[in-house]
């Protein structure tokens, strides 16, 4: 899309067509999304427990790629939706499955065990990703955060190497980190505080407050259940099987920060997507937006959608994020014609394809598209 014809777009029409999809799912919105829920919850669960019931064996990648499918799971298409609110509109459903109640207290590690704090997911993700996408305030702009390496003196090669190496360990080194910091910062600004170690080092840092509680509230315990509790588990079998499991477990770590920056990175990235330089203004522009700034993968069936965790419909999911997981399919097909009646590019390709394309941003051979809007309309709230 030229700069001169996203000028052009009709915001207050596009607006009116996509709130009519949104009402419309809306009322579909039942206890049959819920089943669904459950049914990718079995899926997930059912992984954990084969991975785990075969890692103590002896250490193998098919053990640990199941575990990496159950932890992948239980972030993108339990935590991912639920604390979204995707089923706080259904009728009787437990009050773990709510977003004021899943991941908190106790049930933490029943529901959620990750290195990410339920709380720190939230602001980060739910509130300055969604309502700052491709903007300088969305903590996750992939142009934004690489420019140490964009336009560092380092050969290009060893970008690509760089990158790799990132990809094994981004979980622990950029989400866990990057959503500790935006909660602190948001609990800072609330409370008229001022926060000190906050640079990068500081972040890890035992001799500041903002480390030690990125250490006692994520790193530790994350690890011990992990590495330390679930592998224990397995000593009645023997040393050996401990053993096993907790190598298998490693290499499941692996996997899973392979297998989620494959799916997450590339949604908002590549040279045919845009960048805005302005705050958004009104509905259709928050719109227009989230659709020119994310990019689908294939879509359809939930077999298919259970190894994107769902992450497929990232146009869609950035449109309306409060809506269950299997409303996706039904408003995919309906967000696309939408899109052909505005003259909007909708981009939907291989996962891997997109891969290519944002590692080009990341590395600096590319950049994304920036785009300047029309200042016509009243800016939009972000709600917690």
């Known amino acids: 899309m030229s700069l001169n014809s996203y000028q052009t777009v009709d915001r207050e029409q596009l607006a009116k067509d996509l709130n009519e999809i949104h009402q419309d799912v809306l009322s579909r919105i039942g206890e049959a999304d819920f089943t669904h829920l459950k049914k990718m919850e079995r899926w997930g669960r059912v992984c954990s427990l084969l991975g785990y019931g075969t890692a103590w064996i002896f250490p193998n990648p098919i053990s640990a790629l199941l575990i990496s499918q159950g932890s992948f799971t239980r972030w993108t298409q339990m935590t991912h939706p639920v604390v979204h609110k995707g089923y706080d509109k259904i009728a009787n459903v437990p009050d773990s499955y709510t977003s004021k ?33 491709g ?31 990132f990809t ?14 935006e909660l602190r910062l948001s609990r800072a600004r609330q409370n008229k505080e001022t926060l000190s170690g906050m640079t990068r080092l500081g972040a890890w840092s035992l001799f500041t407050e903002h480390g030690r509680a990125l250490w006692l509230q994520s790193i530790l315990p994350y690890v011990a259940f992990r590495f330390v509790l679930l592998p224990a588990l397995f000593l009645p079998l023997g040393t050996f099987a401990a053993t096993s499991v907790l190598l298998t477990s490693i290499l499941a770590e692996v996997f899973t920060n392979m297998h989620s920056f494959l799916v997450i990175i590339p949604n908002h990235a ?43 419909y990232q146009v869609e999911h950035h449109l309306w994020a409060d809506i269950p997981l299997s409303q996706y399919q039904y408003v995919q097909p309906k ?28 590395v600096g051979r590319t950049s994304m598209l920036k785009a300047t809007m029309p200042m016509t309309e009243q800016p939009l709230k972000a709600t917690g």
């Open 168 to 181: 094994v360990a981004w979980k622990i080194l950029y989400y866990a980190p990057r959503t500790h910091k």
């Open 135 to 165: 903007e300088k305030l969305d903590p996750d702009h992939l142009q934004h955060n690489m420019e140490w390496l964009r336009q560092s003196n380092i050969p290009m090669c060893l970008r690509y190497v760089l990158v790799a190496v």
């Open 101 to 133: 109640k899943f991941a908190q207290g106790w049930r933490r590690f029943l529901d959620w065990p990750d290195w990410i704090t339920p709380a720190g997911w939230h602001q980060e993700h739910d509130v300055l990703h969604h309502y700052n996408l």
């Open 335 to 362: 967000v696309v014609e939408v899109c052909k009646k505005h003259g909007i590019p909708y981009r939907q390709e291989s996962v891997f394809k997109r891969l290519f394309k944002a590692i080009d941003i990341m």
């Open 270 to 312: 590549g040279d045919d997507v845009m960048m805005f330089e302005e705050r958004g203004k009104g509905r259709g522009e928050f719109y227009l937006r989230q659709i020119l700034g994310s990019v689908n993968y294939p879509t359809g069936s939930d077999f298919n959608d259970f190894f994107y965790g769902w992450l497929n």
